[in-house]
């Protein structure tokens, strides 16, 4: 009968020998495997709810198809379908005999590892044990003889030209895990080929790898009798190889084996397009501890197999930035195994695990996550511990400060939210405004598209094609603010939701069917993040808008284009949301011939604007993503690189000219090219009512302006020049005029206001009062009051400026040093100002008060500072920051005026401060030209802080929304009054634009060039 003996030749001994080391063996697993469950047992949730079917399914799929492992390195995928199948077979195999062995002949006295069955199975497992050969013989000359960056471990970009310990340990356990397969995969075929020159059956021919091995021994001179002892020999060592694998599988590499089947089944079908959100009660919105991370999360951790695949995609890596995804993960994943998912005792994990910069290298494109085979997310992992860093304040100036325009104004360029729609005013035609009026089409713009003058441009030329092609469109104008994708993957998570909130409410107020925008930024967020917060409408991609205007014949080709075009995929537009046809098909439809660049669609290389960094400068000497890009186009000898995102523009723009590519081709957007090729003209007839109207109006505007100015100066010339007045005849006639006696020069001090009173609460330490004055934030477009005494309040915005901001900062650092007492920030403002309140109030201040009364509207320095002594006399504070000045009328002299009345000593333009609670506070002073006093000063006191002095922190929107919980106390200040006031605005006036000019060059060159200035102004 066709079969073989299992326990060839082993006594009773032996083979019970065998059954405890094979238990031992199974046990050590399982110890592994619970050390791991246990892990992701005390891990979060995941933050998105997994489908577990679903998953089951697409894992299912990617494992046997081994489509993931195939994409762009076939060799690889081909070696390892080789071992995977193999390694299955095998394992199929050996559950097979233990089920015959061990449970259905003992059971039932009966064996069905025989006959044709076992003919069947033989050449089976002869083929995988065949395939797993080849396979991991194949990975093993691709690691020793490509020469593969993405498998060295060695992290140029950090500079290392030699392997840290941990990669050593990882090169090493790579080589075992291959070398242990091959062993036991070798091990059986010469068991085979030692048991078929020993029992020479029959049917040697259904083991045809076994039977060559063994002719092979055969040939080196083997008999049957050497053939007994190999196999005696060769069955333990066999046999212990294969128990010794299956214990040691989670131990090292081979776990992702088991850990990859999870990674897959709990992908997140959105990943990327759409983030996690905060989990529900986390007090903290982001990760700083690997204990925080959810299961998920440790699963992808545990799945990675260093491939290096993601290493090779990412474009902060291939430039030289201090990210690898590949090395991130593995950094975590040794934490993690090292803390066993608890927090790190000595490990900080961003700081000592993970580097800051390395978190904020990431351009979020998804070229990692897009190419990982074992679906690890890699963007939503770097993001979580992003929002750590925004809640901590560790961000760069200039992300601060856009994050900081964002929450004030709504869009990343710090512009007054009004201008939003200023770009749509160069148009011949009125574009409708979806608050006012019905449209199908609401045209979300983004900020890029609104604001930057280059995009500005697109902009207007995608407005035409509208038009041409009659599509019934309109704007939010003013009612849109930035859509918030890149803010979340900034990790501003609290300023998304604000955002996401705003533009749903005018969403939900504007009548139309549904959404297109030039912004595939805003295109994903809108389409995959905006669904969880409310209802929103489709929307589409301007590309694929543009085609289907085409291919209706809505536009029309007039003149096909002759031009050799290579497309950007856009990573929003192409890579998370499969938008790879649209702006083909528009290509060819205007007659282009489009080229590939090498990487294009799913592998293009993302523009370096991505997950903020667009707001963050580059690194000097170091190449730009976007100038990479810049030099794969310029191999293709083409006439236009073509662009269909405003940030790509933007990015490929300067690229093209910091490349040295500025003669080679043209960027362009693809509406521009659209235009082209239907010679839109700017002007339609039927737009010559409309704007003959609008240069009727400009050119009234103008006339009555000259006009008027030109009466005003008549008028005064001819006055001047008008006889002085004749005396009267008779002096009876004219009243006399009694001049009332001076009055003595008895001036009244100013004094601190009589506010209301209210409950302070006792010292507990010492109290740092802050002034936190209001300032408007205006854009070019505003208009004054009546009075002319304001601004509108409708275009006025109040922001903590950045000289209260570091007064704040000032007082919460003493008062972190000193480690105890509390700061009470005052501001003199209507309601509008509690905007400032909070985000001192979320940065850390303890309490704050608002002085206001409408008869303080354009109040002087002296003025507000009689207010702000009336809280300092009732909350009798240590000491009293005010920055330097602000914009608005309570300026550099608050701080004086406030010593004065309160008869505190006074420190200005202070740029260090050491107090340690006590009563002298030393103060360093700078002065014009840098000379710096430092001197004491007795507390309490009056100190006015400059910038630079400290860096302030930042307050996330979820932190001003909590300190929605803190008080402020608001006080009447109809006491204040204007008795004491110098002054009041009477009249605001915009200064002219471009007048002014920056002189550069050294001191010498400068005064050089401002006496020549003056020189030509006298004529001289
Ligand atoms: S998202 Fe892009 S930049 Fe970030 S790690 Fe992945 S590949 Fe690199
Ligand atoms: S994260 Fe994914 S792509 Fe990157 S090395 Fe690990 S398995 Fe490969």
């Known amino acids: 009968m066709e079969t073989r003996e299992l326990f060839w030749g082993l006594g009773s001994a032996g083979v ?43 894992m299912l799929v990617d494992v046997l198809s081994h489509r993931m492992l195939r994409r762009r390195d076939s060799f690889a995928g081909h070696a390892h379908a080789g071992i995977f199948f193999g390694f299955v077979l095998l394992a199929i195999g050996t559950a097979t005999i233990t089920l015959d062995y061990d449970i259905v002949a003992p059971l039932f006295g009966v064996s069905f590892w025989k006959g044709g069955f076992y003919l069947w199975f033989s050449l089976i497992l002869d083929l995988a044990g065949l395939g797993l050969i080849a396979g991991v013989v194949l990975m093993m000359v691709r690691r020793a003889a490509f020469g593969l960056a993405k498998l060295d471990y060695l992290r140029a970009y950090r500079g290392e030209t030699a392997l840290r310990p941990a990669a050593r340990a990882w090169r090493v356990e790579d080589w075992l895990f291959m070398a242990a397969l091959l062993l036991i995969a070798v091990t059986g075929f010469l068991q085979e080929a030692a048991g078929l020159l020993v029992d020479r059956p029959a049917w040697a021919a259904w083991s045809p790898v076994g039977l060559g091995v063994a002719r092979l021994l055969a040939v080196f001179g083997m008999d049957q009798a050497g053939a007994a002892e190999l196999r ?23 776990k992702h084996m088991i850990a990859v089947l999870g990674s897959l089944a709990a992908r997140d079908p959105l990943a990327l397009r759409r983030l996690p959100k905060v989990p529900d009660g986390r007090a903290a919105a982001g990760i700083s501890s690997v204990a925080e991370f959810s299961w998920k999360d440790m699963v992808n951790f545990d799945a990675c197999t260093k491939c290096g695949r993601c290493h090779e995609a990412c474009p902060a890596q291939s430039v030289g930035y201090p990210l690898s995804p590949r090395d991130l993960i593995l950094d975590l994943r040794l ?6 998912g608890r ?14 910069e390395t978190l904020w290298a990431c351009r979020s494109c998804g070229a990692c996550q897009e190419i990982c085979p074992v679906g690890i997310e890699h963007p939503a992992i770097i993001v979580q511990m992003r929002r750590h860093l925004v809640e901590q304040g560790e961000l760069d100036p200039l ?44 045209w979300f713009v983004g900020d890029y598209a609104s604001f930057d003058p280059r995009n500005q441009k697109v ?111 856009p990573c929003h537009l192409g890579r998370l949301n499969g938008g790879y046809e649209a702006p083909r098909a528009v290509l060819e439809a205007i007659g282009c011939e489009v080229v590939e660049m090498p990487r294009n669609r799913g592998n293009s290389f993302c523009c370096g604007a991505g997950g903020g960094r667009i707001w963050m400068p580059d690194r000097p000497g170091v190449e730009k993503p976007s100038e990479n890009r810049m030099h794969e186009a310029a191999a293709l000898a083409i006439d236009v690189f073509v662009t269909c995102c405003p940030k790509d523009l933007t990015m490929f723009e300067d690229a093209r000219k910091t490349s040295g590519h500025e003669k080679d081709f043209v960027v362009g957007d693809i509406a521009e090219l659209v235009a082209e090729a239907i010679e839109l003209k700017s002007l339609d007839l039927k737009d010559l009512p409309p704007l003959a109207e609008r240069i009727t109006d400009a050119v009234a505007n103008r006339i009555a302006e000259v006009v008027a100015t030109r009466l005003d100066r008549l008028l005064a010339t001819r006055l001047a020049a008008a ?42 330490g010492p109290r740092i009062l802050v002034a936190v004055k209001h300032a408007a934030v205006l854009g070019d477009d505003y208009a004054f009051t009546e009075d002319g005494r304001d601004v509108q309040p409708g275009d006025l915005g109040y922001v903590l400026n950045e000289w209260d901001d570091a007064a704040l900062e000032e007082a919460l650092l003493t008062v972190e ?43 002087d320095p002296v003025t507000v500072a009689r207010a702000l002594a009336g809280v300092a006399r009732q909350e009798q504070p240590d000491l009293i920051f005010a920055g330097v000045q602000s914009s608005d009328s309570a300026h550099g002299a608050t701080g004086t005026a406030l010593a004065r009345i309160l008869g505190l000593p006074h420190a200005a333009v202070a740029v260090k401060l050491e107090w340690d609670g006590a009563a002298t506070l030393a103060v360093t002073r700078e002065l014009e030209g840098g000379v710096r006093h430092r001197f004491g000063l007795a507390s309490p006191a009056v100190v006015t802080i400059q910038t630079g002095i400290n860096k302030p922190r930042y307050a996330t929107m979820r932190m001003v929304k909590q300190a929605k919980a803190k008080p402020i106390v608001v006080l009447d200040g109809a006491a204040v009054g204007r008795e004491c006031a110098g002054y009041v605005v009477r009249r605001a006036l915009a200064p002219p634009k471009g007048r002014a000019q920056m002189i550069q060059g050294s001191g010498a060159e400068v005064a050089a060039a401002i006496a020549k200035i003056i020189r030509e102004k006298r004529g001289a």
Do not use: C
């Open 232 to 254: 005696a020999a060769n069955w333990w060592f066999h046999g212990l190889a294969a128990l010794a694998f299956v214990a040691a599988i989670p131990l090292y590499k081979a």
């Open 335 to 340: 934490h993690n195994d090292r803390s066993q």
């Open 723 to 764: 006889p002085p007045p004749v005396a009267a005849s008779s002096t009876d006639a004219v009243p006399v005029l009694r001049v009332a006696p001076a009055p003595a020069w008895t001036p009244a001090p100013v004094t601190a206001a009589d506010l209301p009173a209210y409950e302070v609460p006792a010292k507990a």
């Open 16 to 58: 019970t020998a065998f059954y405890v080391l094979g238990f031992s063996a199974i046990a050590v697993f399982l110890w592994g495997l619970g050390r791991h469950i246990a892990k992701y047992r005390r891990a979060a949730p995941p933050a998105i709810a997994i489908a577990i079917g679903a998953g089951l399914h697409r």
């Open 817 to 859: 040093r000193i480690g105890a007492g509390e700061v009470v920030a005052v501001t003199v403002g209507p309601e509008q100002a509690e905007e400032s309140l909070r985000k001192v109030l979320a940065k850390g201040a303890h309490r704050a008060v608002r002085v206001w009364h409408d008869s303080l509207v354009g109040a």
């Open 343 to 356: 927090p790190g005792a000595d490990e900080r994990l961003i700081g000592d695990v993970i580097a800051p």
């Open 459 to 569: 902009s207007q030329t995608v407005a035409r094609l509208l038009r041409a092609a009659g599509v019934d469109f309109g704007l939010l104008y003013d009612g849109e603010r930035t859509a918030g994708n890149d803010i979340r993957r900034v990790g501003e998570e609290g300023l998304f939701e604000s955002l996401v909130e705003h533009n749903l409410g005018q969403m939900r107020a504007a009548a139309f069917a549904s959404i297109v925008t030039t912004d595939p930024h805003s295109y994903n967020t809108i389409k995959n993040e905006y669904p969880e917060y409310g209802e929103t409408k489709p929307i589409r991609h301007y590309s694929s808008l543009l085609a289907e205007l085409l291919q209706a014949g809505r536009l029309k080709v007039v003149k096909p284009l002759d031009r050799r075009v290579t497309l950007h995929d």
């Open 399 to 442: 992300l601060q400060a856009t994050l900081g325009a964002v929450a004030d104004t709504g869009n990343s360029f710090g512009e007054n939210f009004r201008k939003r729609g200023s770009w749509a005013r160069a148009l011949e035609f009125r574009v409708k405004d979806l608050r006012r009026e019905a449209a199908d089409l609401l």
